[in-house]
């Protein structure tokens, strides 16, 4: 398979296997999956997810709401409300089930002045992750918060919305457990604390390494994974999949070999597949591990074989000497990325290996 430039190749039959893996065990523990669209950002992706019966979706900006409000109308916006943006959720209220995430006081007063239509509100909660949101101790704040959200004309309280962040953090099924156990906890008390008066709350919860790790949500009422669809290097590191299942490659062109023999240039930086880096218990970083392409996928290459630097656009690919002799000007080598998410965003559309372009949000 070969490309004229970088090209974000898609094994569509590994990402329908990880769609429905994931959609069967939510089915099993009987707890609807809202899927986090920012990881893929396609349509047409997206359509592989209706496919085995998702009706809803999260995304990371309302631009995403407003590309996804085309064919989805249950659509949680997972970010914090940034309130210069009044005009389009204006707009996409008017069509859609628009749930928006919201912590501060000042946020929701602004809502309910500018707001035209009703929209669902959830209170993002700082689950362990200790990047935004309302601690689960804060106990009166956080019933301060859901009374004012019910006093508000335009405003639904649906739920709390919590995102294991720090779960990234792990390495091995075990830690991941361990974050796992310590965030339901944390749930449960706050189901004791909101249940007697607020019943009816959705507890949104989710990330890629517990939802693939854990067998129970106790307290939970949706799950919210995202980076399933591909899986990528931090995934396999964490524990959450296996080198199988990553469904992403980026193709590079071969466009220099250094005189050392085991040092190739490929047409691949970090405008491509971001800076996101792996600390190696070998070496000191990994910026992607290098496979290649075959008729129906691609074979990975072993450990001695690693994406060593890249800047803007040069990839630095070192190698043994046996594949150093292998390799030529011109070829192409499909590079696994350390964050799939980030690589997804960076290119603007994907090829399947039928040889199909796969439009995504511009």
Known sequence: MFVKRPTLVLNSS??????????????????????????????????????????RIAVSSLSMANYFSEEWDDITLAFPVNIHEIDLINALSAKIKLNLTVYNLETLLFLENNLKHSVQVYLKINIGNNRAGYPPEASDEILEFCRRVQSCSKLNLEGLLMHAGHSYKCRGESAVLEVHKACMDKILLLRDLLDTEFP?????FGDTPTCSVADSFPGVDELRPGNYVFYDLTQERIGSCNMENIAVALLCPVVGKQDDGETIILYAGGVHLSKDVLLDSMRERIYGRPVIMQEKGWRLLDEANYLAGISQEHGVLKVTEAMFETINIGDCIGILPVHSCMTADLM??????????????H
């Open 14 to 55: 590994i990402a329908m296997e990880n769609i429905e893996r994931m959609q069967q065990k939510a089915d099993a523990l009987g707890i609807p999956l809202r899927p986090h669209f920012k990881t893929h950002q396609s349509l047409e992706l997206g359509r592989m997810f209706k496919a085995f019966g998702c009706n």
């Open 348 to 361: 603007k559309q994907y090829l399947s290996l039928e040889n199909m372009w796969i439009n995504k949000m």
């Open 200 to 204: 009816q709350l959705i507890f949104s």
